[in-house]
C-alpha cells in the first residue's frame, strides 16, 4: 500500500459506549431506591414504636405528684394529662380534651411541655378555662421532674396518692378513638386495665438520640 494511501485507512470501530451508560444509570436508580426503602422504613418504625413511660412505683414520679397535689385536691382522684406541643397526637389529645364533659369529682392537671411558653398563650389560656390545672415545664423539666420522656401520657393517682394507671391515650398511632373517660371509670371501678401503648413523640435528648440517632426526623 502507497505510504500517502496508508494515513486516509478508517481507523477500527470504537465500540459503543452506549451498555455502559445504561449500566451506571441503572445503578444509580437501584441505590436511590434502596436508600428510599431503607429511609422510608426507619421512619415508619418511628411512628410505630411504643414509647417508654415510667413505672407506676417510679419515687420520682410520686414525689412530683405528691408535691403539686394541692390541698383541695386531698381524698380525690387526680389524673394527669402529659402533653408536648410540638407533637401531632399530643395536640388531638388536647382537643379531645378540651371538647368533651370531664369525669365529676376528679382532680386533673395537664401537663403542658414546652420550649417555646410565649408561643403557647392561648392554650395556657384556654387549659384552666375548662377546668384543668396547668404546669408548664420545658421537656428537660419533665424527664428530670416526672421521668417521664414520651408524651402523650395518661396517669391516674387514687385518692391514697397510689399511681394506678400510666400509658397511653389510643389503640394505635394518631388515632382518633381516645378511650381516656374509659380507662378513669374502669380504674375508679377497681377493674385491672392493660395499659394502652404510648404512641406519640419521645421528649428529651437522651431518648431521642436512641430513636433516631441518624438525625433524620
Excluded at 81 to 110: I, K, T, W
Excluded at 135 to 149: A, E, F, K
Excluded at 169 to 198: M, N
Aim: proline share 9%; with cysteine.
Amino acid at each position: 500500500m502507497d505510504p500517502v494511501e496508508s494515513r486516509y485507512v478508517a481507523a477500527p470501530p470504537v465500540e459503543p459506549r452506549a451498555p455502559i451508560r445504561k449500566m451506571l444509570i441503572y445503578s444509580t436508580l437501584l441505590l436511590w431506591a434502596a436508600a428510599c426503602v431503607v429511609v422510608g422504613t426507619y421512619l415508619l418504625a418511628s411512628h410505630l414504636l411504643t414509647l417508654p413511660a415510667p413505672a407506676p412505683t417510679d419515687p420520682v414520679l410520686h414525689r412530683e405528684i405528691a408535691t403539686h397535689r394541692g390541698a383541695h385536691q386531698l381524698d380525690r382522684w387526680l389524673v394527669l394529662h402529659v402533653v408536648y406541643d410540638e407533637c401531632v397526637c399530643s395536640q388531638r389529645v388536647l382537643d379531645h380534651l378540651l371538647a368533651d364533659n370531664r369525669p365529676p369529682g376528679v382532680a386533673e392537671r395537664v401537663v403542658l411541655v414546652t420550649d417555646h411558653r410565649e408561643r403557647r398563650t392561648a392554650w395556657i389560656a384556654a387549659i384552666p378555662a375548662h377546668g384543668f390545672e396547668l404546669d408548664v415545664v420545658t421537656p428537660q423539666q419533665l424527664v428530670t421532674d416526672y421521668h417521664i420522656q414520651a408524651a402523650p401520657l395518661l396517669v391516674i393517682v387514687d385518692p391514697h396518692d397510689t399511681v394506678r394507671y400510666v400509658g397511653g391515650y389510643t389503640p394505635r398511632k394518631q388515632a382518633s378513638d381516645v378511650r381516656d373517660l374509659a380507662v378513669i371509670a374502669a380504674v375508679q371501678r377497681g377493674a385491672t386495665v392493660e395499659p394502652l401503648p404510648t404512641f406519640g413523640c419521645a421528649i428529651g435528648r437522651a431518648l431521642n438520640s436512641r430513636l433516631d440517632p441518624l438525625g433524620i426526623r
